[in-house]
T-cell receptor
Framework: AQSVTQPDIHITVSEGASLELRCNYS??????LFWYVQSPGQGLQLLLK??????LVQGIKGFEAEFKRSQSSFNLRKPSVHWSDAAEYFC???????????FGPGTSLSVIP | KAGVTQTPRYLIKTRGQQVTLSCSPI?????VSWYQQTPGQGLQFLFEYFSETQRNKGNFPGRFSGRQFSNSRSEMNVSTLELGDSALYLC?????????????FGSGTRLTVV
Protein backbone atom coordinates (compact mmCIF):
# COMPACT_ATOMS: atom_id res chain seq x y z
CA ALA A 1 0.00 0.00 0.00
CA GLN A 2 1.09 3.52 -0.68
CA SER A 3 2.40 5.26 2.41
CA VAL A 4 4.31 8.24 3.67
CA THR A 5 6.24 7.92 6.90
CA GLN A 6 7.77 10.52 9.15
CA PRO A 7 9.80 8.55 11.69
CA ASP A 8 10.04 11.34 14.24
CA ILE A 9 6.81 12.19 16.04
CA HIS A 10 8.37 15.02 17.99
CA ILE A 11 11.69 16.87 17.79
CA THR A 12 13.12 19.50 20.10
CA VAL A 13 15.97 21.74 19.01
CA SER A 14 17.64 24.81 20.43
CA GLU A 15 17.21 28.12 18.67
CA GLY A 16 20.05 28.61 16.21
CA ALA A 17 20.69 24.90 15.83
CA SER A 18 20.30 23.05 12.54
CA LEU A 19 17.25 20.97 11.78
CA GLU A 20 16.51 17.90 9.71
CA LEU A 21 13.07 16.32 9.49
CA ARG A 22 12.81 12.93 7.85
CA CYS A 23 10.30 11.70 5.29
CA ASN A 24 10.12 8.38 3.47
CA TYR A 25 7.61 7.15 0.91
CA SER A 26 6.78 3.75 -0.50
CA UNK A 27 6.09 4.28 -4.18
CA UNK A 28 7.95 2.78 -7.09
CA UNK A 29 8.25 5.81 -9.31
CA UNK A 30 9.32 9.30 -8.34
CA UNK A 31 6.21 10.93 -6.96
CA UNK A 32 5.34 14.57 -6.50
CA LEU A 33 6.77 15.53 -3.09
CA PHE A 34 5.83 18.34 -0.73
CA TRP A 35 6.50 19.75 2.71
CA TYR A 36 3.82 21.72 4.53
CA VAL A 37 3.88 23.49 7.89
CA GLN A 38 0.94 23.97 10.24
CA SER A 39 0.96 26.49 13.05
CA PRO A 40 -1.43 25.89 15.98
CA GLY A 41 -5.06 26.36 15.04
CA GLN A 42 -4.24 27.14 11.43
CA GLY A 43 -4.36 25.50 8.05
CA LEU A 44 -1.29 24.21 6.30
CA GLN A 45 1.23 26.30 4.35
CA LEU A 46 3.28 24.96 1.48
CA LEU A 47 7.02 25.18 2.22
CA LEU A 48 8.41 23.59 -0.93
CA LYS A 49 7.77 21.00 -3.62
CA UNK A 50 9.73 18.64 -5.86
CA UNK A 51 8.71 17.12 -9.16
CA UNK A 52 11.90 16.55 -11.08
CA UNK A 53 15.29 18.06 -11.85
CA UNK A 54 17.70 19.30 -9.21
CA UNK A 55 17.29 17.08 -6.17
CA LEU A 56 17.93 19.93 -3.73
CA VAL A 57 15.00 22.31 -3.65
CA GLN A 58 14.72 25.62 -1.88
CA GLY A 59 11.57 26.75 -0.18
CA ILE A 60 10.20 29.59 1.85
CA LYS A 61 11.35 30.63 5.33
CA GLY A 62 14.89 29.38 4.69
CA PHE A 63 13.93 25.71 4.35
CA GLU A 64 15.35 23.29 1.81
CA ALA A 65 14.75 19.62 1.06
CA GLU A 66 16.75 16.94 -0.67
CA PHE A 67 15.26 14.14 -2.74
CA LYS A 68 17.16 10.86 -2.62
CA ARG A 69 15.71 8.27 -5.00
CA SER A 70 17.85 5.43 -3.66
CA GLN A 71 16.51 5.97 -0.15
CA SER A 72 12.95 6.97 -1.14
CA SER A 73 13.44 9.98 1.08
CA PHE A 74 12.68 13.67 0.97
CA ASN A 75 14.17 15.22 4.10
CA LEU A 76 13.57 18.79 5.14
CA ARG A 77 16.44 20.90 6.48
CA LYS A 78 17.12 24.32 7.89
CA PRO A 79 20.58 25.52 8.89
CA SER A 80 19.48 27.70 11.80
CA VAL A 81 16.13 27.34 13.51
CA HIS A 82 14.17 30.31 14.83
CA TRP A 83 11.66 30.17 17.68
CA SER A 84 8.92 30.98 15.19
CA ASP A 85 9.62 27.69 13.38
CA ALA A 86 7.90 25.75 16.18
CA ALA A 87 4.99 24.04 14.43
CA GLU A 88 3.81 20.76 12.93
CA TYR A 89 5.50 19.70 9.72
CA PHE A 90 3.92 17.39 7.18
CA CYS A 91 5.47 15.57 4.28
CA UNK A 92 3.05 14.83 1.43
CA UNK A 93 3.09 12.77 -1.75
CA UNK A 94 1.11 12.57 -4.98
CA UNK A 95 1.81 9.56 -7.17
CA UNK A 96 0.79 11.30 -10.36
CA UNK A 97 -0.18 14.86 -11.16
CA UNK A 98 -3.87 13.85 -11.08
CA UNK A 99 -3.76 11.70 -7.98
CA UNK A 100 -4.85 12.54 -4.47
CA UNK A 101 -2.20 13.90 -2.16
CA UNK A 102 -1.40 11.72 0.83
CA PHE A 103 0.04 13.28 3.97
CA GLY A 104 2.43 11.75 6.45
CA PRO A 105 1.58 11.69 10.16
CA GLY A 106 3.54 14.86 10.87
CA THR A 107 6.48 15.85 13.04
CA SER A 108 5.96 18.30 15.86
CA LEU A 109 8.86 20.71 16.28
CA SER A 110 9.60 22.49 19.54
CA VAL A 111 12.26 25.18 19.74
CA ILE A 112 14.08 25.96 22.97
CA PRO A 113 15.09 29.62 23.35
CA LYS B 1 -5.32 38.42 -3.15
CA ALA B 2 -7.81 36.73 -0.84
CA GLY B 3 -6.88 33.32 0.49
CA VAL B 4 -9.00 30.22 0.86
CA THR B 5 -12.03 31.05 2.97
CA GLN B 6 -13.85 28.45 5.01
CA THR B 7 -17.09 29.03 6.83
CA PRO B 8 -18.02 28.63 9.53
CA ARG B 9 -14.85 28.48 11.63
CA TYR B 10 -16.48 26.59 14.47
CA LEU B 11 -19.54 24.39 14.60
CA ILE B 12 -21.20 22.32 17.29
CA LYS B 13 -23.73 19.73 16.20
CA THR B 14 -25.66 16.91 17.82
CA ARG B 15 -25.35 13.27 16.82
CA GLY B 16 -27.70 12.40 14.00
CA GLN B 17 -27.83 15.91 12.58
CA GLN B 18 -26.31 16.93 9.29
CA VAL B 19 -23.88 19.71 8.53
CA THR B 20 -22.73 21.68 5.50
CA LEU B 21 -19.31 23.31 5.33
CA SER B 22 -18.37 25.90 2.77
CA CYS B 23 -15.13 26.74 1.01
CA SER B 24 -14.27 29.60 -1.32
CA PRO B 25 -11.01 28.96 -3.17
CA ILE B 26 -8.47 31.49 -4.31
CA UNK B 27 -9.71 33.37 -7.34
CA UNK B 28 -8.70 31.49 -10.48
CA UNK B 29 -8.15 28.18 -8.72
CA UNK B 30 -10.27 25.46 -10.27
CA UNK B 31 -9.47 22.59 -7.94
CA VAL B 32 -10.77 22.20 -4.41
CA SER B 33 -9.86 19.36 -2.07
CA TRP B 34 -11.14 18.51 1.37
CA TYR B 35 -9.29 16.85 4.23
CA GLN B 36 -10.30 15.67 7.67
CA GLN B 37 -7.73 16.21 10.40
CA THR B 38 -7.89 14.41 13.74
CA PRO B 39 -5.23 13.75 16.40
CA GLY B 40 -5.51 10.00 15.92
CA GLN B 41 -5.76 9.67 12.14
CA GLY B 42 -3.91 12.76 10.98
CA LEU B 43 -4.85 14.26 7.63
CA GLN B 44 -7.24 12.06 5.70
CA PHE B 45 -8.23 12.86 2.12
CA LEU B 46 -11.97 13.22 1.55
CA PHE B 47 -12.39 14.31 -2.06
CA GLU B 48 -11.11 16.57 -4.81
CA TYR B 49 -13.20 18.55 -7.26
CA PHE B 50 -12.12 20.15 -10.49
CA SER B 51 -14.47 22.18 -12.68
CA GLU B 52 -17.52 20.85 -10.81
CA THR B 53 -16.47 17.20 -11.27
CA GLN B 54 -15.28 14.93 -8.50
CA ARG B 55 -11.87 13.78 -9.61
CA ASN B 56 -10.70 11.79 -6.58
CA LYS B 57 -12.40 10.32 -3.57
CA GLY B 58 -11.03 9.05 -0.28
CA ASN B 59 -12.15 6.13 1.86
CA PHE B 60 -15.01 7.71 3.74
CA PRO B 61 -18.57 6.44 4.07
CA GLY B 62 -21.32 7.77 1.85
CA ARG B 63 -22.44 10.09 4.64
CA PHE B 64 -19.68 12.37 3.45
CA SER B 65 -20.44 14.14 0.20
CA GLY B 66 -19.38 17.24 -1.61
CA ARG B 67 -19.95 19.37 -4.60
CA GLN B 68 -18.39 22.22 -6.51
CA PHE B 69 -20.20 25.09 -8.14
CA SER B 70 -19.48 26.85 -11.40
CA ASN B 71 -17.64 29.63 -9.54
CA SER B 72 -15.35 26.95 -8.01
CA ARG B 73 -16.81 27.38 -4.53
CA SER B 74 -17.26 24.05 -2.83
CA GLU B 75 -19.40 22.59 -0.09
CA MET B 76 -19.11 19.37 1.81
CA ASN B 77 -21.96 17.73 3.64
CA VAL B 78 -21.93 15.18 6.41
CA SER B 79 -25.23 13.50 7.19
CA THR B 80 -26.21 11.54 10.28
CA LEU B 81 -23.33 12.89 12.30
CA GLU B 82 -21.40 10.58 14.61
CA LEU B 83 -19.16 11.48 17.54
CA GLY B 84 -16.18 10.31 15.51
CA ASP B 85 -16.84 12.98 12.89
CA SER B 86 -15.52 15.59 15.31
CA ALA B 87 -12.49 17.00 13.54
CA LEU B 88 -10.89 19.93 11.81
CA TYR B 89 -12.07 19.97 8.20
CA LEU B 90 -9.61 21.62 5.87
CA CYS B 91 -10.28 22.89 2.40
CA UNK B 92 -7.44 23.41 -0.05
CA UNK B 93 -7.38 24.93 -3.49
CA UNK B 94 -4.95 24.76 -6.37
CA UNK B 95 -4.84 26.13 -9.92
CA UNK B 96 -4.78 22.66 -11.50
CA UNK B 97 -4.29 19.77 -9.13
CA UNK B 98 -3.00 19.48 -5.60
CA UNK B 99 -0.40 16.98 -6.71
CA UNK B 100 1.07 19.07 -9.51
CA UNK B 101 0.70 22.58 -8.12
CA UNK B 102 0.56 22.16 -4.38
CA UNK B 103 -2.24 23.40 -2.17
CA UNK B 104 -3.24 26.64 -0.53
CA PHE B 105 -5.18 25.71 2.58
CA GLY B 106 -7.91 27.49 4.44
CA SER B 107 -7.88 27.81 8.22
CA GLY B 108 -10.42 25.04 8.56
CA THR B 109 -13.78 24.44 10.16
CA ARG B 110 -13.65 22.90 13.62
CA LEU B 111 -16.63 20.54 13.92
CA THR B 112 -17.60 19.19 17.30
CA VAL B 113 -20.30 16.53 17.50
CA VAL B 114 -21.93 16.07 20.90
Amino acid sequence: AQSVTQPDIHITVSEGASLELRCNYSYGATPYLFWYVQSPGQGLQLLLKYFSGDTLVQGIKGFEAEFKRSQSSFNLRKPSVHWSDAAEYFCAVGITSYDKVIFGPGTSLSVIP
Amino acid sequence: KAGVTQTPRYLIKTRGQQVTLSCSPISGHRSVSWYQQTPGQGLQFLFEYFSETQRNKGNFPGRFSGRQFSNSRSEMNVSTLELGDSALYLCASSPGTGASDGYTFGSGTRLTVV
